[in-house]
């Protein structure tokens, strides 16, 4: 094993959220966490719901505190969408897609997803959807499920996590990869307000926009 093979990954990630056009509340959130484990999330409530997805969004930083040592496991990740689920039961409801890097020393990334939101992979081989498979329900429903997912991250691979607000409006997932890649010849910390840019209406946001970049180096 070379000296360098065990040391920590650098993870950057950074998030930006717009209200939708003529609406100054917004009914998306987003995480993100480095401390105990690198987690990160969005959350996009479903009718007047500013309060469901930022609720649910603090319980889910509870969840992962509580259970650090089963952030790597894709079962306890399918228990913490039932988990979330049973808290919103009753009132406004929320999507959700989270992930964590375990590991700093290993680029891999556990985690899952309830409802439409979505996770895009761009690599040096073009864009996959991680979150292809529908999820049925979302949190609040008493209907969610969990589809959980594990990937290894390429050095140059970048994880979008965006509400359907933001992803709805790309016809391809090649303008989606154009507005990504344009921001990172700039600097990381570009890409969520580049996507958004891209994602822009005409007259505005149609819906609440969030998006969350992630690039482990």
């Known amino acids: 094993m070379s000296a360098g093979s065990s040391a920590p990954h650098r993870i950057e990630c950074y998030g930006a959220t717009r209200p939708q056009i003529g609406r100054t509340a917004n009914e998306d959130a987003f995480v993100i ?6 987690h990160a999330a969005v959350f996009d409530g479903a009718g007047n719901a500013e309060q469901a997805a930022h609720r649910v969004a603090r319980y889910f930083k509870t969840l992962i505190k509580d259970q650090l040592t089963k952030a790597g496991d894709p079962a306890a990740w399918a228990g913490w969408i039932k988990l979330m689920d049973s808290f919103l039961l009753g009132g406004n409801q929320s999507t959700f897609v ?16 309830a409802g439409n939101s979505r ?23 008493g209907r969610a499920v969990a589809r959980t997912f594990l990937l290894k991250l390429g050095p140059y691979d970048i994880l979008l996590l965006m509400s359907d607000g933001a992803w709805v409006p790309f016809g391809s997932t090649y303008l ?3 507005a990504a890649m344009s921001a990172v010849t700039k600097h990381f910390s570009e890409v969520p307000q580049a996507v958004l840019d891209a994602a822009m209406l005409p007259g505005g946001p149609g819906d609440d926009m969030t998006v969350v970049a992630l690039r482990v180096r």
């Open 119 to 141: 996770i895009y992979q761009i690599g040096e081989d073009g864009v996959k959807i991680v979150t292809f498979e529908p999820s049925p329900g979302r949190l609040g429903s």
């Open 176 to 178: 989606l990869r154009k």
């Open 98 to 113: 989270g992930l964590a890097i375990p590991d700093p020393k290993s680029p891999i990334v556990v985690g899952a997803y």
């Open 33 to 38: 966490e480095r401390e105990p484990v690198f």
